[in-house]
């Protein structure tokens, strides 16, 4: 059973950055990718940002230019580097292996001043 357990989620002004940690119980380069998720409250969960085996990342709109999404094989860890965060993106942000799937118990992130 794969275990997945995110880090990094606090209060933070409008502008700021916060930078999320997704650690895995087995090496990340077993996993056909990684991604990030988010929901907020009275919202259905959505994508956020995923890296693929082979590197290849992709956004959603509202994370595009803003969030990064990078991994370290090292330490069986992806992260997800916010920056220039609103209130919008106030949400629990999980992390999820694909292939085989699971998910983390997810992290708070909350902008606000």
């Known amino acids: 059973q794969v275990q997945v357990v995110e880090s990094g989620g606090g209060l933070v002004q409008p502008g700021g950055s916060l930078r999320l940690s997704c650690t895995a119980s087995?090496?990340?380069?077993?996993?056909?990718?990684m991604s990030w998720y988010r929901q907020a409250p009275g919202k259905q969960r959505e994508l956020v940002a995923s890296i693929t085996y082979g590197g290849t990342t992709t956004y959603a709109g509202s994370a595009e230019g803003r969030f990064t999404i990078s991994r370290d094989n090292t330490k069986n860890t992806v992260y997800l580097q916010m920056n220039s965060l609103k209130p919008e993106d106030t949400a629990i942000y999980y992390c999820k292996t694909r292939l085989p799937d699971s998910w983390g118990q997810g992290t708070q992130v909350t902008v606000s001043s």
């Open positions: 087995r090496p990340i380069f077993s996993f056909a990718g």
